[in-house]
């Protein structure tokens, strides 16, 4: 079974661009996570979709937004890039079944994105 | 979800036992234990988990205290690809949280020759 596939690996924008991030999650997983590491804050929890309605959502500002497909591929949205938003973009998906509640994550490989 | 405090940084020679330690003192009753490691460019691979028993599985062993204020993480034969940043997780379990993971700096374990 293929694993969380994520696309591009690499992306350069500079300041003020959007940009949209890809991710697969694992076949008949309905669960969506996205994470942002960065060597300062580390992984930090972006937001989840499951059945395309937005779950969770972490402490970022409105320019970071997601969105997910009916056969539960997710994108992710950085409008208006800032230096600071340079970091590895990590989606991690999940069955997240409604009556388990020991879920493990799988996560991708990520996007390294880097604003100039 | 409860906070947890591990070593920056452990050595272990190839073949031992890694025997990495979590300590989460202000755990609850309903919050189970997570372990997770990230090689290097690579996401987040799971581990293992556990509520308060001891458990093994085919990569790891864990071991939680009887007050479940710390654990252990046993890699019983370390190898040279499991050199990684190992992080430990403490969180409730509910289908509304399931994804949200909050992770700390983790404990960079470096095996060695």
């Known amino acids: 079974k293929a694993g969380v596939t994520q696309t591009p690996r690499y992306l350069i924008k500079t300041r003020g661009q959007q940009v949209t991030l890809s991710c697969s999650p694992i076949?008949?997983?309905?669960?969506v996570s996205w994470y942002q590491q960065t060597p300062g804050q580390g992984l930090q929890f972006l937001f989840e979709y499951f059945s395309e309605t937005q779950r969770n959502k972490g402490n970022f500002p409105g320019r970071f937004s997601g969105r997910q497909f009916s056969n539960s591929r997710s994108e992710m949205n950085v409008s208006t890039l800032e230096l600071g938003d340079s970091a590895l973009y990590l989606c991690a998906s999940s069955l997240a079944y409604p009556d388990k509640t020991n879920e493990k994550l799988f996560f991708g490989s990520g996007t390294q994105l880097s604003v100039l | 979800d409860a906070k947890t405090t591990q070593p920056p940084s452990m050595d272990c020679a190839e073949g031992r036992a890694a025997n990495l330690p979590c300590n989460h003192s202000t755990i609850s009753g309903n919050e189970y234990v997570y372990w997770y490691r990230q090689i290097h460019s690579q996401g987040p691979q799971y581990i293992i988990h556990?509520?308060?028993n001891n458990e093994t599985n085919e990569m790891a062993s864990l071991i939680i205290t009887e007050d479940r204020k710390s654990s252990t993480l046993i890699l019983p034969h370390a190898t040279l690809r499991d050199t990684a940043v190992y992080y430990c997780?403490?969180?409730?379990?509910?289908?509304?949280?399931?994804?949200?993971?909050?992770f700390g700096t983790g404990t960079r374990l470096q095996v060695t020759l």
């Open positions: 556990g509520l308060k």
């Open positions: 076949s008949g997983h309905r669960s």
């Open positions: 997780i403490v969180r409730v379990l509910n289908t509304g949280t399931a994804s949200k993971l909050t």
